[in-house]
């Protein structure tokens, strides 16, 4: 009766101490298995966002508007990174017509998919990002339109505002000078196939 007892109390005390060691193994590991992939999560993170190109700003590009010679308010948008380093345009240029006192006139602006939707574009120093640009043209007499001698331009998720260079026929006489009613964006794109398509 005694050897029953004591035998009883053995296997007690060795299913009580596996039972703790289980306990403290279990206990254990959901913290590492938390650790280790918040870890992992962490890690992916950064890699993802030192793969990222920043933006393009408007100090990192020159921005043209070149006249489409026999098409009257169709101007070809250029954005070359005058930077040192790579940085990506995804999106619409923002341009703000300036009168002849370089202030902001206000007039309806439009962004539009043309020639389809913007395509992300990463641009190393030197290269170009191009888009199409449609001005409705009034008269220099009609009320509803406003005389636009220049522009200024800003990049998608880029900041800051730069004057854009107009480029026309000089010689043929003409002159910056647009009667600005309504303005439409093209999405910008790596080529200029198909941007002034409007």
């Given at each position: 009766m005694?050897?029953r007892?004591?035998a009883?109390?053995?296997?007690?005390?060795?299913a009580?101490?596996?039972?703790?060691?289980?306990?403290?193994?279990?206990?254990?590991?959901?913290?590492?298995?938390?650790?280790?992939?918040?870890?992992?999560?962490?890690?992916?993170?950064?890699g993802?966002?030192?793969?990222?190109?920043a933006s393009?700003s408007?100090?990192?590009?020159?921005m043209?508007?070149?006249?489409?010679?026999?098409?009257?308010?169709?101007?070809l948008?250029?954005?070359?990174?005058?930077s040192?380093?790579?940085?990506?345009?995804?999106?619409w240029?923002?341009?703000?017509?300036?009168?002849?006192?370089?202030s902001?006139?206000?007039v309806?602006?439009?962004q539009?998919?043309?020639p389809?939707p913007?395509?992300?574009t990463r641009?190393?120093?030197?290269?170009?990002?191009?888009?199409g640009?449609?001005l409705?043209?009034?008269?220099?007499?009609?009320?509803?339109?406003?005389?636009a001698?220049g522009f200024?331009?800003?990049?998608?998720?880029?900041?800051?505002?730069?004057?854009?260079?107009?480029?026309?026929?000089q010689?043929a006489g003409e002159?910056?000078?647009?009667?600005?009613?309504?303005?439409?964006?093209?999405?910008?794109?790596?080529?200029?196939?198909g941007?002034?398509?409007?």
């Amino acid at each position: 009766m005694l050897n029953r007892t004591r035998a009883l109390g053995a296997v007690a005390a060795l299913a009580g101490g596996i039972a703790l060691l289980t306990g403290c193994a279990q206990g254990a590991t959901p913290d590492q298995g938390a650790n280790a992939l918040s870890g992992q999560v962490q890690q992916a993170s950064g890699g993802i966002g030192q793969a990222q190109e920043a933006s393009c700003s408007a100090e990192d590009v020159d921005m043209t508007l070149t006249v489409q010679p026999d098409r009257p308010g169709i101007l070809l948008l250029t954005a070359v990174n005058s930077s040192q380093q790579p940085c990506t345009v995804d999106g619409w240029a923002g341009l703000v017509p300036l009168d002849m006192s370089n202030s902001e006139i206000e007039v309806p602006t439009q962004q539009v998919d043309i020639p389809g939707p913007p395509t992300s574009t990463r641009l190393e120093p030197g290269e170009t990002a191009f888009a199409g640009v449609k001005l409705e043209l009034g008269s220099k007499d009609d009320l509803d339109a406003y005389v636009a001698t220049g522009f200024t331009a800003s990049m998608p998720g880029g900041e800051g505002t730069t004057n854009a260079h107009i480029s026309f026929d000089q010689s043929a006489g003409e002159h910056a000078e647009f009667p600005v009613k309504s303005i439409q964006i093209g999405s910008f794109q790596p080529s200029a196939q198909g941007v002034t398509v409007f």
